[in-house]
Each structure stands twice: as C-alpha cells, then as structure tokens.
C-alpha cells in the first residue's frame, strides 16, 4: 500500500525558516509531478510548489523567492524549503505525488496527511 508521510512542520517566529519532507513509500511503479499545497482556517487548498520529475517547478507569487521545492528520486521524497516566513503561510501543508503502484500501473493522485505550520508575529 502506497502512502505518503510528511514531516518537519511545527511553530516558528515571522522572518524563520522551516523545511518539510514527504516521502513516499510502498510498492511503487513509478512517480511524476509532486508538490505541496497548504489551507488555512476558512479558505481554499491552495497549490504551494510543484515539481516535475524532471525538476522544473512552479510558484505563485505569494511564495515565490521565499520558497523551494525540490526532490529526490532516489528516496521517493520532495522537499519544501520555507524562507522569510510569515504570518499568512500558517496552515496545513500537505504534499501531493501523481504516482503509480506496483499492482494497477494506474498514475492517480496520492496526499499526504498534512502537516501543520504555525508562524508567530
């Protein structure tokens, strides 16, 4: 069974830095893009970062220069670096992979469980 798990979340002060991880696990075929999406209390679940299995990524502008994604293919996981934090990137983040098992050979969507980040002013 397939799984993301994410981690590295937690509570850090306006102007930190927090890194988060999300490896993949499981019978896995293959994987293409990953990426991360966050929401916060009363809004929509909003793309983050996004990365090709080739390495191309794409940002908003609300964290672009702040933020960046990057992966490992080796160890099935992707990588969220935070910058110069602020209080608005508090929320939930969770990671995203279209990926393949073992079994079906079928590329879907897989989520992580979410991870929280909190940012202090």
């Known amino acids: 069974q397939v799984q993301l798990v994410e981690s590295g979340g937690g509570l850090v002060q306006a102007g930190g830095s927090l890194r988060l991880s999300c490896a993949a696990s499981?019978?896995?075929?293959?994987?293409?893009?990953m990426g991360w999406y966050r929401q916060a209390p009363g809004k929509q679940r909003e793309l983050v970062a996004a990365?090709?299995?080739?390495?191309?990524?794409n940002y908003p502008d609300s964290v672009k220069g702040r933020f960046t994604i990057s992966r490992d293919n080796g160890k099935n996981t992707v990588y969220l670096q935070m910058n110069s934090l602020k209080s608005e990137d508090t929320a939930v983040y969770y990671c995203i992979a279209d990926l393949a098992d073992s079994v079906t050979l079928d590329y879907t969507d897989y989520w992580g469980q979410g991870t929280q980040v909190t940012v202090s002013s």
């Open positions: 990365i090709t299995s080739g390495g191309r990524t």
């Open positions: 499981g019978s896995i075929f293959g994987i293409n893009d």
